[in-house]
């Protein structure tokens, strides 16, 4: 009998185990106060800053995401990250952060594979920008106004890491978003792989100064190679052309100078004689 009892027992625990699990429910807000504010911010259907226009008048839709912020859980803010309205799920997203739920780094990462943008107006200037951009810089901008030393939190935070390490990972980050992490501190030595990557298969060229400024002398001839095939590029941010040529000039390698040298002319045509002689000074 005791034998049965324990074949009856194990049948039934096969049995149970071999069944679907049940799917989880999805949570659902019933708060009218949460809804009619999601309703208003997608009305508005825009990000903005605390104070906007050229008389720097305080924002109503600010105001509203505040409010969100303070009314709705963490759970309905999380139901909100999925809203089909973008300026909604990015304040969803932002209510996260406030109330330092770590949620708010898995909406970042579904965010920065979709590529999705949201209407923004920040004091008087209005844009589209995308909405992972939106959700890093809100957090990296609230990490860096508490900190004691900014430095060291941006180096020591370990979310910022989390969000940095999956910028640092893809493709289709927006430039600004790599310019950040690479800015923000000095990854250890396991990040090397991706971050070799990112600099010498995609040339990306914030991740070149960063090898460049902390690993020069290890991957010299990548360097010269990855800085060599960016400058044929006909899309050069201006601005970049002075980190560009700090790096090749630094080699004191005379096909490179003259490579530069080469590029003056078109820096002429496109930005002037003055830019020309900013960057001709530096070769001297």
Known sequence: MKRISIYLFCGIFIFLSCQSPSKEKTYVITNKNVLNLRDTIANFNEVQ????????????????????????????????????????????????????????????????????????????????????????????????????????????????????????????????????????????????PVIEKQAF???????????????KADYENQLIKALKNYLKRDDIVPFLYEDIFTMMHSFHNEELNALLTQELDEIKSKYGESSMNHYKKMLQ
């Open 201 to 215: 298969n995609n040339e990306n060229i914030h991740a070149i100064k960063y090898v460049f400024d902390h690993h």
């Open 49 to 192: 800053s605390s104070h906007i226009g050229y008389a720097g008048s305080p924002s109503t839709q600010y105001n509203n995401y505040k409010n969100l912020a303070r009314l709705a859980s963490a759970d309905e803010l999380y139901v909100l990250t999925k809203d089909t309205n973008n300026a909604v799920a990015t304040y969803a997203t932002f209510g996260l952060i406030d109330k330092e739920n770590p949620k708010f780094i898995d909406v970042f990462e579904d965010f920065l594979k979709t590529d999705k943008k949201v209407k923004t107006m920040k004091g008087c200037s209005m844009g589209s920008d995308f909405v992972s951009s939106e959700i890093y810089y809100k957090y990296w901008n609230d990490l860096r106004l508490s900190a004691n030393d900014e430095k060291v939190a941006l180096q020591k935070d370990a979310q910022l890491l989390k969000l940095d390490s999956l910028i640092i990972a893809t493709n289709n980050a927006d430039w600004l978003l790599y310019m950040t992490v690479f800015e923000n501190r000095i990854y250890d030595k396991s990040y090397l």
